[in-house]
């Protein structure tokens, strides 16, 4: 009997137990998660991948969903996935700015062993209802699809801002009056993309995570019409217990051509003052921000991180929290670090907020999973968000003294290079 078959089985026998919620399980041949997303037509749909392998998740339905970062009691055992826009000042239609939740049914992979486990949570519903919604559920569930390489073919290309406009931002940033108040702001541009046929999210996901396996990988559909995927190099952090783990990831080069090459922009990466003054900044305000949560704090050696394309300056922080710190404080404090938003936080969320020509949404947002025991998040970066044949690509680059708008509309490109590769532009 399948996995599937036999939890309608067992929730056709089951009767109500005792409390509030029940998670059943059961062991599950190996499937491509991704496909197996692709196949399902019931929403909400989330797919998160850990870097390197360590583990992924692919889930549909809600048996309960919150607009908190927090954990109820009753369902202390539970994994809660979501997250968190960039800012509640800007907003996308069908992305809630906070939005947790505890998915009808998972598919969890951990090494080689997949299980399907299901939710129930009758804390604000009734049981019976509970499992009918369940079994409906799974009587609509398609089997898993093949996840081959679409051809994308783009006829438009717009960037909001401009080139034009991005050099004015770029100059204010840079400018020595607004320097004396606020040290760097991380400007980004959307570049919008029109697909000449329908763009398949979990394919295009698929793709993109074979190029770039030591990143986060994530999906997100609400609805059927708006799905945002990405895959980041960017930790927010990773709490086990009271021990917190992020990362003061900032600083841009491309990768070399060949092995010299390489090397000689990896000796950028680590003496240009720019790029330490961006790194800096980051690792600067998340020191102040983790003395408030913290009984201790330590530091690794600052070292490059490789991507495909790209490769960044990255310092890991390690910390060990105190006791009353919960997922929504360290989300408070954290949350957007310098990488994604500037430094004094409020001076530069001000000035995005005021100048930024598009909204943010979920771009550079924190997304991950929270449970009691241990909630990791990432950064929303090096995302796309996919609504029909339209593709909106996001990129954004810290500003610092001595900034230069040609460079950085450069690091601007490469940093939406690996996704444009994927796609074949007319
Ligand atoms: C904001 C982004 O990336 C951030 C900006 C970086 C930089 O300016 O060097 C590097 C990594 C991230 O901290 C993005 O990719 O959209
Ligand atoms: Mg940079």
Partial sequence: MSAFNALKHALLELKQPEGV????????????????????????????????????????????????????????????????????????????????????LEIRRQGRITKLVCNLYWATSDFVSQVNT????????????????????????????????????????????FQQLTAKVVLSRRTQLTSLTQVDQCALLHQWQMVNPNCFQFLFSFSPDSHFIGCTPERLYLRSGARLTTESLAGTMPRGATTEADEKLSYILLHDQKIKR??????????????????????????ILKLNQLQHLKQRIHAYLKPDASDHDLLNALHPTPAVGGTPRKSAL????????????????????????????????????????QI???????????????????????????????????
Avoid at 150 to 155: A, E, V
Avoid at 278 to 303: C, M, T
């Fill in 350 to 389: 001000a000035f995005i907020e005021q100048n930024e020509p598009y909204p943010r949404g979920w771009y550079a947002g924190a997304i991950g999973i929270l449970s009691q025991q241990q909630s990791q998040f990432a950064v929303a970066i090096r995302s796309a968000l996919i609504q029909h044949n």
């Fill in 278 to 303: 961006e790194n800096q900044l980051v690792l600067d305000d998340i020191l102040a921000q983790l003395s408030k949560v913290s009984l201790d704090i330590g530091l690794d050696k600052i070292g």
């Fill in 21 to 104: 919620f029940l998670s059943l399980s059961f062991s599950l041949p190996s499937l491509s998660l991704l496909g197996w997303l692709k196949a399902q037509t019931h929403y909400p749909q989330i797919y998160l991948s850990d870097k390197d392998d360590q583990g992924e998740v692919a889930a549909i339905g809600q048996a309960w969903h919150t607009d908190q970062a927090e954990i109820p009691n009753d369902i202390h055992k539970a994994r809660l996935y979501g997250g968190m826009g960039f800012s509640s000042h800007s907003i996308w239609p069908n992305f809630p700015h906070c939005q947790f939740v505890l998915p009808r």
């Fill in 134 to 177: 369940t079994l409906a559920l799974l009587d609509s569930l398609n089997p898993a699809e093949a996840l081959a390489k679409q051809s994308i073919l783009i006829s438009q290309r717009q960037d909001t801002p401009n080139k034009q406009d991005w050099r004015k931002l770029v100059e204010q940033v840079t400018d020595d009056d």
């Fill in 392 to 426: 909106a690509l996001f990129a954004g680059a810290g500003i610092v003294k001595g900034s230069d708008p040609e460079l950085e509309w450069q690091e601007l490109e490469h940093k939406i290079a690996t996704p444009l590769s994927l796609l074949q532009l007319n």
